[in-house]
């Protein structure tokens, strides 16, 4: 299950770390004519914002409150 899922449910802890190998990077692609078009402009500009506000949570820095983290 992804971090940024488990770590949302109070009812579960992780049980170990983040496993590397498993970790990816996500890119947003389209076409270059069409992300300059207002709508697309700002359905960009808003995915990049609820990105960059919730990168710990994303990247499996943020564990919930409370979790414990085993080594």
């Known amino acids: 299950m992804p971090c940024m899922i488990g ?3 109070p009812s579960l802890a992780r049980i ?3 496993i ?4 990816e990077q996500q890119y947003l692609v389209m076409h ?3 992300r300059h078009r207002p709508p697309i402009r700002r359905l960009i500009e808003r995915l990049t914002k609820i990105y960059h506000d919730n990168a710990p949570l994303l990247a499996g820095e943020r564990p919930m ?4 983290m085993s080594s």
């Open 32 to 34: 270059d004519d069409d």
């Open 65 to 68: 409150r409370g979790a414990a």
């Open 20 to 23: 590397d190998e498993l970790t």
């Open 7 to 9: 770590d949302c449910d």
């Open 16 to 18: 170990g770390p983040i």
